[in-house]
């Protein structure tokens, strides 16, 4: 009997456990180092998770290709993730928190040799939306 208990509340869990799998839109708005505005980009990505599992890519919704994703981690709702393209000349660290259909958070990386900080905003696209 305890066995079966335990069973069905780790089943009950796992049920509940964080789910980042979708196609999600957003922005990342970074602040311009060598003026101070804020600079704005649209951005998409498609994230799939199998259990711990998680990949992906994400990129500028006018990008062909968006760059794979990695060193990923979910813990608690908190999403990180470190993306490599060759514009950005250095790796870009994302930290997110899931919150339903949203992930909001912090990127910092380096882009042409100078420190970048912004703030990342995306929302899951609805199943069959056509958005994307």
Request: hydrophobic share 35%; net charge negative.
């Amino acid at each position: 009997m305890m066995k079966t208990f335990w069973l069905s509340m780790c089943f009950a869990a796992s049920l509940m456990a964080a789910d980042v799998s979708g196609k999600w839109t957003g922005s990342v708005d970074v602040e311009d180092p060598s003026d101070g505005t804020n600079i704005s980009t649209p951005v998409r990505a498609e994230l799939q998770q199998q259990g711990d599992a998680i990949s992906g890519k994400i990129g500028r919704q006018e990008d062909q290709e968006a760059e794979p994703i990695r060193s990923v981690s979910l813990q608690d709702g908190k999403l990180t993730f470190e993306v490599a393209s060759a514009e950005a000349k250095g790796l870009v660290k994302f930290t997110l928190k899931l919150d339903g259909d949203h992930l909001d958070g912090d990127i910092s990386g380096n882009m042409d040799g100078v420190a970048i900080t912004g703030k990342v905003h995306l929302t899951r696209q609805k199943a069959g939306s056509g958005s994307y």
